[in-house]
């Protein structure tokens, strides 16, 4: 498997290029970027800025694993409001886009929510509401990656949708389409389940893995912790992705980030996966 970091892991202080060259320096086969609303790497940003960072990235010696987007918290896909859900399609198509323009073969799109806690206001969705309104986005916007070449992988993250990996399993079959597959999220699921049970489950459904480390008495966001300093089981987790045959991208999303001595977290999470990975 390829070692990767999320770009979310860095200080927000450094441009994408700063952290680009850190990921090269810390170890990592590719980095994971994100495309924002507006400023670095946006929905503003023209097709030639997208081919720089490419470029920056090969010349670096470094790797594009996936493009992730957190603007689906505020743009769902599952909006109850018929102009919100659009725009949400629309960023994943330029997502797409982009993605293709990076020579990336995945990205991380949030499905929806029915509710989120961490968000304050955020509304809620009647639960088969948000399904209908998901699948339905899905299976118009799997045509539109197959034009790209992109699959897009649905992460599992804390929206009180597709709760369990058999329905998670079963929303993506409804979709029935090669381009649209799991983004599996190991930290996220620990609160409620085990991840090795979803990667037997979910299997070759599974695009890309994120990394992350939770400690269930903590409870909450504060849960999230350092990689092997949480209750995931890794070694069940590595040897559940060796039973699938997975050989892709396991990328780390290290939130939150240290509050002094930002940029350390990347070393130590690139020391970890190696512990975790097998490697010297």
Known sequence: MKKGINIWSFPSSLKVKEAIALAKD??????????NE????SLESTAEEIKGYRQLADETGIAIS?????????????SSNAQIREKAKAIVKKQLEFAAI????TILVVPGAVGVDFIPDAEVVPYDQAYDYALEALKELSVEAKTQ?????????????LLSPLEMRDFIDKINSPFVGAYFDVGNVL???YPEHWIAILNKRIKKVHFKDYRRTAGGLHGFVDLLA?????????????AIGYDDYVIA???PGYTHYGEQIIFNTSGAMNAILGRN
């Open 26 to 35: 810390a170890g990592f086969d590719g980095i994971e970027l994100a495309l």
């Open 149 to 161: 070449n992109v699959s897009i992988g649905i992460e599992n993250v804390w929206n009180k949708f």
């Open 191 to 193: 609160y409620s389940g």
């Open 66 to 78: 996936s493009l992730a987007s957190g603007l689906y918290w505020t743009y769902s896909l599952t």
């Open 38 to 41: 507006t400023g670095e790497l």
């Open 253 to 255: 999303e290290m939130i």
């Open 230 to 242: 949480g209750d995931v089981n890794y070694p069940e987790v590595v040897k559940a992705l060796e």
């Open 102 to 105: 990076l020579g990336v073969d």
